[in-house]
């Protein structure tokens, strides 16, 4: 399958932004996606972004993508601590299935 | 809440036992997806079936097997366990199977997991 890659921790003040990078190796895909992974929760989709869009804004998020070197970033602003959670990348494969990242902790210190 | 319910939300067992995973889809979605979280693997795809057919396999072992049945729910059969299995086992499902384009009929709705221990 493909390869989804994310560092793995990030530790952020409330207040301030996150930003958290992800790359994958399909340049078919057709959409790319953000989760959000709470303790004891399931998967929660924030955003996504069609492949053919270089960014997406979404209230604090902005989804920016980088075809040419298959980047795909988050940046949440105005951290809060209900943003503490691990964050997920995916892209969609044939059949909808996903590809995840290893996803990436942010911890939001008040 | 998603709207997709899995039970149990933990498992204990032992290694070479045989364990059922149960899924219960959002209602009116037809696509249910497997997926296993686990520390050294990540998140995988395991298998999706759409209305009650296999719709598409990802890693699963020849140990694991699933079905979806006439109302839609879905079982994730687990045997011959080893202490490798031990992972989180999320159900998804979605309206469509991905072959009608649009986000929201595509979307994933992720249930809150099913904890196996293998002991």
């Known amino acids: 399958g493909e390869d989804v890659e994310q560092s793995l921790f990030l530790s952020v003040r409330e207040g301030d932004s996150s930003v958290i990078n992800c790359t994958y190796t399909?340049?078919?895909?057709?959409?790319l996606y953000w989760y959000k992974q709470e303790p004891g929760a399931g998967l929660q989709l924030l955003t996504y972004?069609?492949?053919?869009?270089d960014m997406k804004q979404d209230q604090r998020l902005t989804v920016l993508l980088n075809k040419k070197d298959k980047h795909l970033s988050l940046r949440i602003a105005d951290t809060q601590t209900g943003d503490s959670a691990i964050y997920f990348c995916?892209?969609?494969?044939?059949?909808?299935?996903?590809?995840f990242g290893k996803g990436n902790q942010v911890v939001v210190i008040p | 809440d998603s709207g997709v319910t899995q039970t149990p939300k933990h498992l204990i067992t032992a290694t070479g036992q045989r364990v059922t995973l149960r899924c219960s889809p959002r209602?009116?979605?037809?696509?249910v997806y497997w997926y296993q979280q686990s520390l050294d693997q990540g998140l995988q795809f395991l298998i999706q079936?759409?209305?009650?057919?296999?719709?598409a396999k990802g890693n699963i072992l020849e140990r694991f097997s699933a079905q979806q049945f006439p109302d839609l729910h879905s079982e994730l059969n687990l045997s011959s366990l080893e202490l490798g299995d031990s992972a989180l086992y999320f159900c998804?499902?979605?309206?469509?199977?991905?072959?009608?384009?649009?986000?929201?009929?595509?979307?994933?709705?992720f249930g809150p997991g099913t904890r196996l221990t293998v002991l």
């Open positions: 998804a499902s979605s309206v469509g199977a991905g072959g009608t384009p649009g986000v929201s009929y595509n979307e994933q709705f």
């Open positions: 079936y759409y209305n009650g057919e296999e719709r």
């Open positions: 972004i069609f492949s053919n869009m």
């Open positions: 209602s009116g979605d037809l696509s």
């Open positions: 995916a892209e969609k494969e044939g059949n909808n299935r996903l590809a």
């Open positions: 399909d340049s078919s895909s057709t959409y």
